[in-house]
């Protein structure tokens, strides 16, 4: 099955997707749906049936999940181009989290039971799965590496280059704007801290340089020097 150019364009906004023919996309296209979701949308909540994975086309999604006290834990923010989630891949069962939308998004949709059939029959395109999901697994473990070896105002520090190297773009003089905007709420959910102790640190760093904010409220960060006081 050849699919159309549109939709074509769209899979390969998909970094995984990119280096794929359009034959191998079209097989993705045979049993996959392409779904449009309002803000504040939930894809799925924690304990449902893992039963598909979703290809981010357009909007944002965030992964949170509910603590044993009823507080909110931001675990990911997922962009055009992500897929999720990855445990999807590996194991039946539960969602391990929440997905809701941030803003108006669109998603490939596709069943798990449908994407390993997929897989199974074209080896050659399980190994780019894999190599990407070697990527995400790196990202998670360096995460529970900072949660378990440094005090929270290092974690801050962490988030904040992990934020700029994933979702900044660069400026003329270095610094990276990142593309989304925060709340300090959603930032303290993000490595399970007070929203209290974040403002303090964005203040700390905003009076020493190293943060600051652009005119429509997006954080710009000095990479350069955070590294240098970590």
Request: no cysteine; charged share 30%.
């Amino acid at each position: 099955m050849m699919i159309e150019k549109d939709d074509s364009d769209r899979l390969k906004k998909i970094e995984w997707f990119q280096t794929l023919s359009d034959e191998e996309l079209g097989k993705f296209a045979e049993v996959s749906q392409r779904r449009h979701y309002p803000a504040h949308t939930h894809l799925f909540y924690e304990g449902d049936p893992l039963d598909r994975i979703f290809f981010l086309l357009s909007g944002k999604v965030r992964i949170y999940r509910i603590g044993e006290d009823g507080r909110e834990q931001m675990v990911n923010l997922m962009e055009e181009g992500d897929l999720f989630p990855h445990i999807g891949f590996f194991k039946r069962g539960s969602y391990p989290a929440n997905a809701e939308t941030t803003e108006e998004a669109e998603a490939m949709v596709l069943f798990i039971a449908d994407f390993e059939e997929v897989l199974l029959r074209h080896p050659s395109i399980t190994i780019r799965l894999f190599r990407e999901l070697s990527d995400r697994l790196m990202d998670l473990h360096q995460r529970l590496e900072e949660k378990l070896l440094h005090d929270t105002q290092e974690q801050i520090y962490l988030l904040l280059l992990r934020m700029a190297k994933n979702y900044g773009d660069p400026l003329p003089d270095g610094r990276r704007k990142i593309r989304n905007r925060f709340t300090h709420k959603e930032l303290a959910n993000m490595i399970g801290t007070s929203r209290e102790t974040m403002s303090r640190s964005l203040n700390q760093l905003k009076q020493e340089g190293l943060l600051s904010y652009s005119q429509d409220g997006r954080m710009i960060i000095d990479m350069e020097r955070l590294i240098h006081i970590l």
